[in-house]
T-cell receptor, first 114, second 116 residues
């Protein structure tokens, strides 16, 4: 059972427009959320994160919004650039005993067209 | 430069053979992880270790083994018991402090294993 869901496997946008990637989760105990970007045949790289006590975090062209009541977060990329074309993974963090556990979504493949 | 290194980048194995994937980090991270990625699937956790000489099974540990004799190193052995070993394997490390919410994991470049 997927606790972190990225329901859109792919997204295509024009260069300069906004890209919106969505992520839904089921466990209200998640207290930290992260977005990773992954190019083919490479490891994911950390992009941006948000604590559950906030509803927005912005870093340059990237903004993450969190709606706790809806258990939904989204990543906005404005303006989108061709170099943003990659797979974007949403991950949620939770305490698990003495550890912290990351639960991953399946990813959304973003294509930014020139 | 601090980082996490996986080797080799590409690996071919004959069916029935064990193979070991290397993962080394000099970030002074306590926690290390092995994930597997298959086409159309997200990252699935194989094993993780929060401290030297201790590790726990993840969601798909069958057919794999690990060791954590040093903080910097977390090798993964894909055994002949793993039925579908061909995949992209990713190693990651992170701070393991339970009190910190800032738990970004840093990933290696990955190893693509192909069974021939």
């Amino acid at each position: 059972d997927q606790q972190v869901k990225q329901n859109s496997p792919s997204l295509s946008v024009q260069e300069g427009r906004i890209s919106i990637l969505n992520c839904d989760y089921t466990n209200s105990m998640f207290d930290y959320f992260l977005w990773y970007k992954k190019y083919p045949a490479e490891g994911p790289t950390f992009l941006i994160s948000i604590s559950s006590i906030k509803d927005k975090n912005e870093d340059g062209r990237f903004t993450v919004f969190l709606n706790k009541s809806a258990k939904h977060l989204s990543l906005h990329i404005v303006p989108s650039q061709p170099g943003d074309s990659a797979v974007y993974f949403c991950a949620a963090s939770i305490n698990a005993g003495n550890n912290r556990k990351l639960i991953w979504g399946l990813g959304t493949s973003l294509a930014v067209n020139p | 430069d601090g980082g996490i290194t996986q080797s080799p980048k590409y690996l071919f194995r004959k069916e029935g053979q064990n193979v070991t994937l290397s993962c080394e980090q000099n970030l002074n991270h306590d926690a290390m992880y092995w994930y597997r990625q298959d086409p159309g699937q997200g990252l699935r956790l194989i094993y993780y270790s929060q401290i030297v000489n201790d590790f726990q099974k993840g969601d798909i540990a069958e057919g794999y083994s690990v060791s954590r004799e040093k903080k910097e190193s977390f090798p993964l052995t894909v055994t002949s018991a793993q039925k579908n070993p061909t995949a992209f394997y990713l190693c990651a490390s992170s701070i393991a402090d339970r009190g910190r919410m800032n738990t970004e994991a840093f990933f290696g470049q990955g190893t693509r294993l192909t069974v021939v």
